[in-house]
């Protein structure tokens, strides 16, 4: 069996209506596996007008909009109904690929194990660690063992970091585990992207020094922290200015909470590239992603990144040499041990321009094409062990 022999139903919750990380990667992966010849269909839901067109086929799931305050761009899919199940039992994959543990994904999981499918299942995120920003963290163990029972039930996962598969390996989510990593686009994202102009009209001095922050602006990618590390900068007089790269639901509370901070709203393509490669400092608080997407591409811009000492960044960062991570804890000694980190950069230029050049040349590592290919060999082995026991 080779590449040109699989069949694919990718399940989706969120595959391209509103934009992030998770979606990229999977993009880019049904872009990959249809130039290796292989047949691709995609379900997910939805909607009129998504943030970019869907590669591939895509297939509607039923959904609603999620019911979760500040949350209200996801829509939360609700299984199979009979047009969809219809529609795969037409396509009739000989391979299942589920990248979230919504109810769409259960159901697919079901009818795979049903049909005799194998079922690979891509982590993209923290889900256990949601339930702690909405103030419901009383409710992370269900959830971490609701998790852990989806995950079983498939025949193998990939996960984007070493750290994220050391975690999942220690919760128990399953004991087959590869790395699935994540790929950086270098014509958009380099350090020849800085532009001097941009950062004048933006209201930044060519000798101030910016701390950015890029991505969703919802609670969980650690708004907080960034707010609470700023304040602490403030405090210690750490000259500096903040440039934050995106939009989202809890925008103006991040807007009330950064005064003087310079907010450039949602960016992509090549005006992302320029507005990420024209900071100096990249910021990253979220625990919750298991790659960090955003890390990899600040370093591929030429910033240092100080960053939570947690899975994703863990993978990413070399402690002294391309930025610094710092433990993640429930109190505010993990924003001041973020402000610690982040005032050496804010004031030494030399040591900001060699981590850097370092994470520059770290980040040339990452190819797509190299990396997507670890999904289909992990594909195909799973149907090479199927083929065995059969």
């Given at each position: 069996?080779?590449?040109?022999?699989?069949?694919?139903?990718?399940?989706?919750?969120?595959y391209?209506?509103t934009?992030?990380g998770?979606?990229?990667?999977?993009?880019?992966?049904a872009?990959?596996?249809?130039r290796q010849?292989?047949?691709?269909r995609?379900?997910?839901?939805?909607?009129?007008?998504p943030?970019?067109p869907?590669?591939g086929?895509l297939?509607d799931?039923?959904?609603?909009r999620?019911?979760?305050?500040?949350r209200?761009?996801?829509r939360l899919?609700?299984?199979?109904?009979?047009?969809?199940?219809r529609?795969?039992?037409?396509?009739?994959?000989?391979?299942v690929?589920?990248?979230?543990?919504?109810?769409t994904?259960?159901?697919a999981?079901?009818?795979?194990r049903?049909?005799d499918?194998?079922v690979l299942?891509?982590?993209?995120?923290?889900?256990e660690?949601?339930?702690?920003?909405?103030g419901?963290?009383?409710?992370?163990p269900?959830?971490?063992?609701?998790?852990?029972?989806?995950?079983?039930?498939?025949d193998?996962l990939?996960?984007?970091s070493?750290s994220q598969i050391d975690?999942?390996?220690e919760q128990?989510?399953?004991?087959?585990i590869?790395?699935?990593?994540?790929?950086?686009?270098?014509?958009?994202f380099?350090?020849s992207?800085r532009d001097?102009e941009?950062?004048r009209?933006?209201?930044?001095?060519d000798?101030?020094?910016?701390?950015?922050?890029?991505g969703?602006?919802?609670?969980?990618?650690?708004?907080d922290?960034?707010?609470?590390?700023?304040?602490?900068?403030r405090?210690?007089?750490?000259?500096h200015?903040?440039?934050?790269?995106?939009?989202g639901?809890?925008?103006?509370?991040?807007e009330?909470?950064?005064?003087g901070?310079?907010?450039?709203?949602?960016?992509?393509?090549?005006?992302?590239?320029?507005?990420?490669a024209s900071?100096?400092i990249?910021f990253n608080?979220s625990i919750?992603?298991?790659f960090g997407?955003v890390?990899l591409?600040?370093?591929?811009?030429?910033l240092p990144?100080?960053?939570?000492g947690?899975?994703?960044a863990?993978s990413l960062?070399?402690?002294?040499e391309?930025?610094?991570?710092v433990?993640p804890?429930?109190t505010?000694?993990?924003?001041?041990g973020?402000?610690?980190?982040?005032?050496?950069y804010?004031t030494?230029?030399?040591?900001r321009?060699?981590h850097?050049?370092?994470?520059e040349?770290?980040?040339r590592?990452?190819?797509?094409?190299?990396i997507?290919?670890?999904?289909?060999?992990?594909?195909?082995r799973?149907?090479e062990?199927?083929a065995?026991a059969?």
């Amino acid at each position: 069996m080779d590449v040109t022999d699989l069949r694919i139903a990718l399940f989706s919750g969120n595959y391209n209506y509103t934009r992030d990380g998770a979606n990229q990667a999977l993009n880019r992966l049904a872009d990959y596996l249809l130039r290796q010849g292989a047949a691709l269909r995609v379900y997910s839901p939805v909607v009129a007008e998504p943030d970019f067109p869907p590669t591939g086929d895509l297939v509607d799931v039923p959904n609603v909009r999620m019911p979760v305050k500040g949350r209200g761009e996801y829509r939360l899919p609700l299984g199979l109904n009979d047009e969809a199940r219809r529609d795969l039992e037409d396509f009739m994959p000989n391979t299942v690929h589920v990248s979230s543990p919504d109810p769409t994904g259960h159901a697919a999981l079901k009818w795979a194990r049903k049909m005799d499918i194998p079922v690979l299942a891509s982590v993209h995120t923290r889900f256990e660690t949601y339930p702690r920003y909405y103030g419901l963290g009383f409710l992370e163990p269900a959830v971490e063992s609701l998790l852990r029972r989806f995950y079983n039930r498939c025949d193998a996962l990939v996960a984007p970091s070493q750290s994220q598969i050391d975690e999942l390996l220690e919760q128990g989510m399953h004991e087959d585990i590869s790395i699935w990593s994540r790929g950086v686009d270098r014509e958009v994202f380099d350090p020849s992207r800085r532009d001097m102009e941009w950062r004048r009209a933006n209201g930044l001095a060519d000798d101030d020094v910016a701390i950015v922050f890029l991505g969703r602006l919802v609670m969980e990618k650690g708004l907080d922290v960034f707010a609470d590390t700023i304040v602490e900068l403030r405090k210690r007089q750490v000259p500096h200015k903040v440039l934050v790269i995106g939009d989202g639901p809890a925008r103006g509370w991040f807007e009330k909470a950064l005064p003087g901070g310079i907010f450039v709203g949602f960016q992509t393509g090549k005006d992302l590239g320029r507005a990420l490669a024209s900071g100096d400092i990249f910021f990253n608080p979220s625990i919750t992603e298991t790659f960090g997407n955003v890390t990899l591409e600040a370093m591929a811009c030429g910033l240092p990144v100080v960053a939570a000492g947690a899975t994703g960044a863990a993978s990413l960062v070399t402690q002294g040499e391309t930025g610094q991570l710092v433990p993640p804890s429930k109190t505010d000694a993990f924003s001041k041990g973020c402000a610690e980190a982040l005032a050496p950069y804010c004031t030494d230029d030399a040591l900001r321009l060699a981590h850097g050049a370092a994470g520059e040349m770290a980040a040339r590592a990452y190819s797509w094409d190299a990396i997507n290919q670890a999904v289909v060999d992990t594909y195909l082995r799973l149907h090479e062990a199927r083929a065995k026991a059969g």
